[in-house]
């Protein structure tokens, strides 16, 4: 009755994934998605460094990445919630934000925002409405609902009379 909420799905979604990341990873028990073929990539020195150092942090958000000799790293398991992404570019995306330094004990937090945007659906998708009730419902169980983990809005409130004004009435 005072006017209609629009989402976006994709910040909707990651919000919701992000919160399931971090509660996994609070009980120490992700969902790990074993890769049939593990997935290869070359990393710099810094990478290495950053994946040496935080092994405990990125097997706690569900990535099993294992030194394969030189500069080659296989990824043989992933998040669960990123079984249909890019492993490989996931990986590296995450590694970059933690790159970017700052405070150790919010690397895990800003890997798993990461992992969550790489996962959410895609802006654009065509959805079921089956699909939007179970975003919306997803997002309602959020204990942080209004602004996905990178701090946009999930949704925007039009109000009643903002959208009768616009219609003349």
Not at 6 to 28: C, L, N, P, T, Y
Not at 81 to 99: F, G, K, Q, R
Not at 107 to 116: L, M
């Amino acid at each position: 009755p005072d006017g209609m909420y629009v989402s976006d799905q994709h910040a909707a979604d990651g919000r919701g994934v992000f919160e399931k990341i971090q509660a996994d990873a609070a009980v120490d028990a992700p969902e790990v998605r074993m890769l049939m073929e593990p997935a290869t990539l070359e990393l710099n020195p810094r990478h290495q460094e950053l994946l040496h150092d935080n092994q405990e942090a990125f097997a706690a958000l569900g990535l099993l990445v294992e030194p394969f000799g030189g500069d080659v790293f296989l990824i043989r398991g992933v998040p669960g919630i990123l079984a249909e992404a890019d492993p490989a570019n996931a990986l590296v995306d995450v590694l970059d934000e933690l790159s970017e330094g700052g405070d150790p004990e919010t690397w895990q937090q800003r890997a798993a925002y990461s992992i969550a945007c790489h996962s959410a659906i895609r802006a654009g998708k065509v959805m079921t409405h089956q699909e939007m009730a179970e975003l919306t419902r997803q997002l309602e169980a959020c204990a942080q609902p209004h602004s996905c983990p990178h701090g946009r809005p999930t949704m925007v409130h039009l109000r009643a009379t903002h959208l009768q004004r616009e219609f003349g009435r």
